[in-house]
T-cell receptor, first 114, second 124 residues
């Protein structure tokens, strides 16, 4: 059974550009959550999607957006990149109906903004 | 809002020995789940062990076990017979029972709330 796949693994972007990150959940998982991980702030929740609808949103500016497709794959977009957006972006999937299983995470996308 | 606190930024253990990582949390809810995740240099967060709050029995997974003290809101992880491959960041996480209320939308901590992590080193 394939795990959660995040692409690309690494990205280097220039301040002001925009970026799109992709996440393919485990087959059968319909919930996808995104987290930003930085050394200073730790893991911060961005948003959660379920059945193509955003169900939950963290405290991030509108430059951060996402979407989910009918096959449960999700994309996250950051526009007008800032240096502070440099982070590891983790995607996690779950069945959402069986909370006690926890989340399965991908290996993340390391974004560097220069 | 719920909070998860890991008071040990770094820990070190000798190979084959036992180490305990601490975690405390704050919640007003009675039903919830607790998890320990491991993040090695490969960056992928790996679920180590989970505990349902309504179960009094402490969870165990091979060399990993927890000491769950619900009244004290404490959830420590014990690693027995430590191995070099155990070296990683360890995160304690809390998950409420059920979906996050819509009233939290826009400022939500998310369904899974993490502590800041403990970096575990294993000495050969």
């Amino acid at each position: 059974k394939a795990g959660v796949t995040q692409t690309p693994r690494y990205l280097i972007k220039t301040r002001g550009q925009q970026v799109t990150l992709s996440c393919s959940p485990i087959s059968g998982h319909r919930s996808v959550s995104w987290y930003q991980q930085t050394p200073g702030q730790g893991l911060q929740f961005l948003f959660e999607y379920f059945s193509e609808t955003q169900r939950n949103k963290g405290n991030f500016p509108g430059r951060f957006s996402g979407r989910q497709f009918s096959n449960s794959r999700s994309e996250m977009n950051v526009s007008t990149l800032e240096l502070g957006d440099s982070a590891l972006y983790l995607c996690a999937s779950s069945t959402r109906r069986r909370y006690y299983y926890g989340y399965t995470f991908g290996s993340g996308t390391r974004l560097t903004v220069v | 809002a719920q909070t998860v606190t890991q008071s040990q930024p770094e820990m070190s253990v000798q190979e084959a020995e036992t180490v305990t990582l601490s975690c405390t949390y704050d919640t007003s809810e009675s039903d919830y789940y607790l998890f320990w995740y491991k993040q090695p240099p490969s960056r992928q967060m790996i679920l180590v062990i989970r505990q349902e709050a309504y179960k009094q029995q402490n969870a165990t997974e091979n060399r990993f076990s927890v000491n769950f003290q619900k009244a004290a809101k404490s959830f420590s992880l014990k690693i027995s017979d430590s191995q070099l491959g155990d070296a990683a960041m360890y995160f304690c996480a809390y998950r409420r029972f059920g979906p996050t209320p819509l009233s939290d939308y826009g400022g939500s901590q998310g369904n899974l709330i993490f502590g800041k992590g403990t970096k575990l080193s294993v000495k050969p």
